[in-house]
């Protein structure tokens, strides 16, 4: 199995609502990753596990807020978003380096769940 | 500007006809990556260069890495209206936790 499943595949959140992306994969990998991409822009890197330890962007704003509940699920948790947030937000797996630290093999994403903040 | 920048920003060619895109970086990297994505969807891994590799072929790609120019090309022969997709290289910098990803080349094959 080399699927990594997002839900919901759409989302739409006003300024005040809180809501979760849920991602998961069961490929036995140990990385996990969030990225945001904008129409016709490259994926940006929001956050890591490794390990279950988390990695961050420090350019992320704290309405972002990640978790990791076992090896397998990842889930991004929104609250009080802006407008400007709307996004492609994607998730993808890979097997960690030797040292525990995300060394970059191979990511396997997720299609994305496409979120629009009124 | 960003680590992994590419060109062409768009290319069109015909059904058959080779497409190349070319990815320079900034920093010492670990390996690089190429990807492709539909529409907006999840990016599909197409092929891996390791640091000490030059050349490495899957299929109908290639793709080269030039440390020394930090560089690298992906070669895409034969191409197919399937292939129509943006192309993204991506980098892992040494020694930290961060893939950097090019701005993408969004190829399209004409039937």
């Known amino acids: 199995d080399t699927e990594v499943t997002q839900t919901p595949k759409h989302l739409v959140m006003g300024m005040t609502n809180k809501k979760s992306l849920k991602c998961e994969q069961h490929m036995g990998h140990r990385a996990m990753y969030w990225y945001k991409q904008k129409a016709k822009k490259p994926p940006e890197l929001m956050f890591v596990?490794?390990?279950?330890?988390?990695?961050i962007n420090e350019s992320v704003p704290s309405r972002f807020s990640p978790e990791c509940p076992n090896s397998s699920l990842l889930n991004l948790h929104l609250h009080a978003l802006q407008p400007e947030d709307s996004a492609l937000y994607l998730c993808?797996?890979?097997?960690?380096?030797?040292?525990?630290?995300?060394?970059?093999?191979?990511?396997?994403f997720g299609p994305g769940t496409r979120l629009l903040v009124l | 500007s960003q680590q992994g920048e590419e060109d062409p920003q768009a290319l069109s060619i015909q059904e058959g006809e080779n497409a190349t895109m070319n990815c320079s970086y900034k920093t010492s990297i670990n390996n690089l990556q190429w990807y492709r994505q539909n529409s907006g969807r999840g990016l599909v891994h197409l092929i891996l260069?390791?640091?000490?590799?030059r050349e490495k072929h899957s299929g109908r790609l290639r793709v080269t890495l030039d440390t020394s120019k930090k560089s690298s090309s992906l070669l895409i022969t034969a191409s197919r209206a399937a292939d129509t997709a943006s192309y993204f290289c991506a980098t892992y910098t040494t020694g930290g936790f961060k893939t950097i990803f090019g701005a993408g080349t969004r190829l399209f094959v004409k039937a």
């Open positions: 993808a797996s890979s097997h960690p380096g030797l040292a525990g630290g995300p060394d970059q093999e191979t990511q396997y």
């Open positions: 596990y490794s390990y279950e330890k988390l990695s």
């Open positions: 260069i390791r640091s000490n590799e």
